[in-house]
């Protein structure tokens, strides 16, 4: 089991920037794909971004690419989601996500995934 817990979230202006951490416990974390979700009020959790656990394949949502990075440590069993020229629209509870079934691919159903942090609040003011 993966255990992963968020940290980083805040209040920022738009156009501003914040990168989110995952640390991700568990003896083989490091050997998982690791995603990021998000959900705003009243809608549906959605893909953001994921990495395979090498690192070197990173899939990201349009509404994101292009503002937001995804990267990993596993040395420190650690997921990044640095997130720039942020917007209204960004504002979410940001999960991190993983299942141990998935190395070199990240599926972007929240479904596919069993191991959830708690997340990590997000908010952009106009």
């Known amino acids: 089991q993966v255990h992963p817990v968020e940290s980083g979230g805040g209040l920022v202006q738009a156009g501003g920037s914040l990168r989110l951490s995952c640390v991700a416990s568990g003896r083989t974390s490091s050997t998982y794909a690791m995603v990021w979700f998000r959900q705003a009020p009243g809608q549906a959790r959605e893909f953001v971004a994921g990495?395979?656990?090498?690192?070197?394949?990173?899939d990201y949502s349009d509404s994101v690419k292009g503002r937001f990075t995804i990267s990993r440590d596993n040395a420190k069993n650690t997921v990044y989601l640095q997130m720039n020229r942020l917007k209204p629209g960004d504002t979410a509870i940001y999960y991190c996500a993983a299942n141990p079934s998935f190395r070199v691919t990240t599926p972007r159903s929240p479904r596919e995934y069993d191991n959830w942090g708690q997340g990590t609040q997000v908010t952009v003011s106009s």
């Open positions: 990495i395979t656990w090498s690192g070197n394949v990173k």
